[in-house]
């Protein structure tokens, strides 16, 4: 199936993680543009703060070429708006080193404007 369109939230992360690592790579920068990047860039509404999250991390490993692109720069914006808006809710000073990772980064969320949470498994639908 279509991962960037699967119900599953860990799918359509995992979408985004995939695409970086083939722009990482340099390879099939065509089928990125026309294809894969069209479908990603849709995931910056997602619902599920990690995916857009995951989405932020993706348009920034593209080539300059393609991060350039005026779709991407407006999405960049916004994500690392949303981004800046979340570091600075957040204080984790006061979170136990072990869980600082998993807190980081929060889990299934409506918008930026929830509170993260921590937890599941990928498979849960959003």
Avoid: K
């Avoid at 083939?22 to 995931?43: K, N, Q, S, Y």
């Avoid at 960049?76 to 979340?86: C, G, I, P, Q, R």
């Amino acid at each position: 199936g279509d991962l960037a369109a699967s119900r599953h939230f860990g799918r359509r992360q995992s979408f985004c993680t995939a695409l970086a690592a083939i722009a990482r790579e340099g390879a099939l920068r065509d089928v990125i543009a026309a294809d894969l990047l069209p479908r990603a860039l849709a995931l910056a509404d997602d619902p599920v703060t990690n995916v857009r999250w995951a989405l932020r991390r993706t348009l920034h490993s593209m080539p300059a070429e393609l991060r350039g692109a005026e779709r991407v720069a407006a999405a960049l914006v916004v994500l690392d708006d949303e981004e800046a808006t979340w570091g600075s809710m957040v204080d984790y000073s006061a979170v136990p080193p072990e869980a600082t990772a998993a807190a980081a980064a929060p889990a299934e969320s409506g918008r930026a404007d929830s509170t993260p949470s921590v937890g599941g498994t990928g498979d849960e639908e959003a």
